[in-house]
């Protein structure tokens, strides 16, 4: 993709923030998430809520929820957000920990990243709760599902 297409490019090739100050103010919504391969064994401590460190699902949750809100500490050139909503669900699954989450604002830019901080903090939660179970567990699939709002439109990964 050519420099000019990238909203976070200057003429010069430098980073730069958005300027979204002209931008209407619109209701947008977006839906991201993650996966925590790991074994059986430790699939059933984080489902019967045996972890050593406690309630591995509800703990990773409300990281989820946190890092949402702080996703333009995180991220340089993210704007702050009021979100209306951040909700973080996570699954236990056959072959992993499923981890969705759903942000919503109206603004003047879009939270496909806040949606995507939360899905991977409470991945990254889960992942550090249950290392001294097992060192092989693997974060994979962190992807946006889909997302409503703004000049780019709809978009839903098929």
């Known amino acids: 993709m050519a420099a000019d297409k990238l909203s976070h490019i200057d003429q ?12 209407a103010v619109t209701y947008r919504t977006a839906k ?6 790991a074994g ?4 059933a401590l984080a489902r019967d809520g ?5 309630d591995v699902i509800a703990v990773a949750e409300l ?3 946190m890092a949402a809100k702080k996703t333009s500490d995180l991220i340089p ?3 702050p957000l009021p979100l209306s909503k951040i909700k973080v669900e996570i699954m236990i699954e056959e072959t992993c920990i499923r981890v969705t989450s759903e942000a919503r604002t109206s603004g003047q830019t879009g939270v496909e990243m806040e949606a995507l901080t939360a899905a991977s903090v409470a991945a990254l939660t889960l ?6 179970a097992d060192k092989s567990m693997t974060i994979e699939g962190v992807r946006l599902l889909e997302k409503t709002g703004g000049v780019s439109g709809d978009y839903k990964r098929l």
């Open 12 to 23: 010069d090739g430098r980073a730069r923030m958005v300027d979204v100050g002209d931008k």
């Open 32 to 37: 991201a998430e993650a996966r925590l391969m």
């Open 40 to 43: 059986p064994d430790t699939l």
């Open 50 to 54: 045996n972890a050593k460190k406690g």
């Open 63 to 65: 990281a989820g929820v």
């Open 77 to 79: 050139l993210c704007h």
């Open 127 to 132: 992942y550090d709760m249950l290392k001294a």
